[in-house]
Every structure is written in C-alpha cells, then in structure tokens.
C-alpha cells in the first residue's frame, strides 16, 4: 500500500497537466477557431483561468515531488555511504 501511494504521489501531476492542456484546447475550439471564421461566440465558461489553475496546481505538485524525491534519494546515498 505504501508503494502504490509513492506511486500515486509520484505520478499524480500529470493529472492535472492533462486537464489544464484539454481546457487550453477546448478553448481554441470554442473560442478562437469561431473568431477567425468571423462567427461570435457566446461562451461564459473560462477556459484560460480554469487552465492556468490546473496548470499552477500541476507544477506545484511537480515541485514537491522533485522536492521529495532529491530529499529521499540524498538522505539514501548518505546512508549508503556510512556502510561501505
């Protein structure tokens, strides 16, 4: 159980990556593309404000990973470094 939350932990950014950049898309599709074609679109959901939340929250989340990871692995190497 240990294992698969790391695991969850570790991977679980992407998550809310994959999200910010399906919300950048949508946008370009409900928004620009009709722009350029001449057509106005009636939209209210905001797109770029719920992508660049989903995007800080991925990094955020990347950061404390890398944080963890460079924590763990320089804790581990000091320890190995005693038994030899």
């Known amino acids: 159980m240990h294992r698969l939350l790391i695991a969850v932990f570790s991977t679980g ?3 809310p990556m994959w999200i ?3 919300l950048l898309c949508n946008f370009l599709g409900a ?21 660049f ?10 950061a ?3 944080f963890f990871w460079a924590w763990r692995l320089s804790s581990v190497k000091k320890e190995t470094a005693n038994v030899v």
């Open 53 to 62: 939340m989903a995007f800080t929250v991925g990094t955020v989340w990347l």
């Open 20 to 22: 910010s950049a399906q």
């Open 13 to 15: 950014w992407l998550i």
């Open 31 to 51: 928004e620009i593309w009709p722009l350029l074609r001449g057509d106005h679109p009636a939209n209210s959901f905001p797109f770029v404000h719920c992508s």
């Open 64 to 66: 404390v990973v890398i």
